[in-house]
């Protein structure tokens, strides 16, 4: 009775955070309107419970996290930058496996309160990251930017890279995951995301190091597991 109740509550769930999260993610989503639904969804108070530790309906962390640890050699050492933080979630995962040196970055102050009170990012950035803002670190800070998620419709736009490139150590990557499908549908990304990529390999800024589709990156979606190393 017990063990129905609960696959009830996860199917209810599960149902819950589709319909939110299809909202929250269609292709002509606006920054504003993406925005007021991340509040809405923190002042809820379910942001983490929708999507924590929920491997077969939200890959995308689990696969940064691996990521991290099979390319960056030091973890406890290791300074890495998570943009879209969002509630902490990333961090916390790696955190779990050694990682202890995290600063986050994020427009949305309600999720950025959510993060600061689990007490993991050093540093904490309230703030958005492309169309010319710059992020508060000198040149070469981070051993790796991490991000999950956040390349999404009214999300990062494609300049932020040059930032990120920026503040990346030589030698140290850039690892993100996208839903694959935002790569042509989304207009800020279409032919421009992928290609801007490429460009910047050409143009010896950083290197390929994984491209790679996976499965469930948010419920039946695929998603691209992507990880430069910056030159
Ligand atoms: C789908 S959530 C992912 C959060 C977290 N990485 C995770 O895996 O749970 C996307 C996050 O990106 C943030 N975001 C949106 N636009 C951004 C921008 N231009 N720069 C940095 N973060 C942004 C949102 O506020 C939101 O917290």
Redesign the pocket.
């Known amino acids: 009775m017990q063990e129905q109740r609960e696959s009830q509550s996860v199917a209810e769930l599960n149902k819950n955070m589709t319909k939110l999260v299809d909202n929250l993610l269609k292709p002509d989503q606006t920054?504003e309107e993406?925005?007021r639904l991340?509040t809405e969804w923190a002042d809820a108070g379910s942001y983490d419970t929708m999507?924590n530790s929920r491997q077969k309906v939200y890959a995308?962390?689990y696969d940064v996290r691996d990521a991290c640890l099979q390319l960056l050699s030091e973890p406890e050492k290791a300074l890495v930058l998570d943009?879209?933080?969002?509630?902490g979630?990333?961090a916390q995962m790696l955190a779990e496996k050694g990682f202890k040196h995290f600063h986050g970055?994020?427009?949305?102050k309600e999720?950025i309160e959510i993060s600061r009170k689990k007490g993991i990012y050093e540093k904490l950035f309230e703030q958005?990251?492309?169309n010319g803002s710059v992020v508060d670190a000198i040149d070469d800070t981070y051993d790796a930017v991490i991000?999950?998620?956040?390349f999404?419709p009214g999300?990062?736009?494609c300049d932020a890279l040059h930032e990120i490139i920026r503040v990346i150590k030589p030698g140290g990557y850039f690892i993100n995951t996208i839903r694959k499908e935002f790569l042509t549908i989304v207009p800020e990304y279409k032919d421009r995301l992928e290609p801007l990529m490429n460009q910047l390999v050409e143009e010896g800024k950083w290197k390929k190091i994984v491209w790679k589709t996976y499965s469930n990156h948010f419920n039946e979606k695929d998603g691209i597991l992507m990880a430069f190393q910056v030159c």
């Open positions: 920054y993406s925005q991340y999507l995308g962390p943009l879209g933080s969002g509630s979630i990333i970055l994020d427009p949305c999720l958005y990251i492309g991000s999950n998620g956040a999404c999300h990062i736009p």
